[in-house]
């Protein structure tokens, strides 16, 4: 892993004999697609019926498995702590919101725009994000137990959503549009932090950061140095 750097129903026509004309239920007459499936084998098993990315996720996943079918997939996701589906081309990840075992989960490289799926995976201790088109990272709230973090590449302005992760010690953010880092003042624990290619013009917050040994902050608007950081 590189971290430095979701149903349509069949409706059975049957010809109606009798002078009254058959009507199907309204609901019915949409197709229902990107179900709330709570787990992956129920994602894959009806993976005919679901949205054309969602479809793409499940593929990707049971040929990174190699299982040949939906139950022997489920099993070994049931058993593994780390996936890596970095550079497959997702966009939906929300067949990946019933993998609550993960503790590692690469998913950099790939087209994701929305990350909403990823907000009970709680048990993550480090997650790649990087190189996507991500723009609301809120999700990313909840996972307090993340101590490795890539957003690298990404399209994020507002990085609040992050004052919860106290425990992060490794946060990639270099390549995004970000301009405010307050909330950086908070991960006291950080020791590597990458925010250079931003547009980062106050680093007072970082002064509270007295564990870093590795910052990047070059292609910047800094205007001014902290004297721990000359």
Not at 100 to 110: A, E, R
């Amino acid at each position: 892993m590189r971290f430095g750097k979701n149903a349509l129903f069949g409706v059975s026509v049957t010809c109606c004999l009798s002078v009254t004309a058959c009507m199907l239920p309204a609901s019915a007459a949409q197709p229902k697609q990107n179900e709330d499936y709570s787990s992956f084998t129920q994602w894959c098993e009806n993976k005919e019926h679901i949205s054309p990315e969602a479809r793409h996720t499940v593929e990707v996943l049971l040929k990174q498995l190699e299982a040949e079918d939906c139950l022997t997939a489920g099993v070994k996701l049931s058993k593994i702590t780390e996936l890596v589906l970095d550079n497959n081309q997702i966009t939906d990840i929300t067949p990946l919101s019933g993998l609550t075992n993960l503790t590692v989960l690469g998913l950099n490289d790939n087209q994701i725009t929305d990350i909403a799926s990823l907000s009970g995976l709680t048990n993550l201790t480090v997650l790649g994000l990087g190189d996507n088109q991500i723009t609301d990272i809120t999700p990313l709230s909840r996972l307090t137990n993340l101590t490795g973090l890539w957003l690298n590449d990404n399209k994020i302005t507002d990085i609040t959503p992050l004052s919860r992760l106290t425990n992060l010690t490794q946060l990639g953010l270099y390549n995004n549009q970000i301009t405010d880092i307050a909330t950086l003042s908070r991960l006291t624990n950080l020791t590597q932090l990458g925010l250079y290619n931003n547009q980062i013009t106050d680093i007072t917050p970082l002064s509270q950061l007295t564990h870093l040994t590795q910052l990047g902050l070059y292609n910047n608007q800094i205007t001014d140095t902290l004297p721990y950081l000359s």
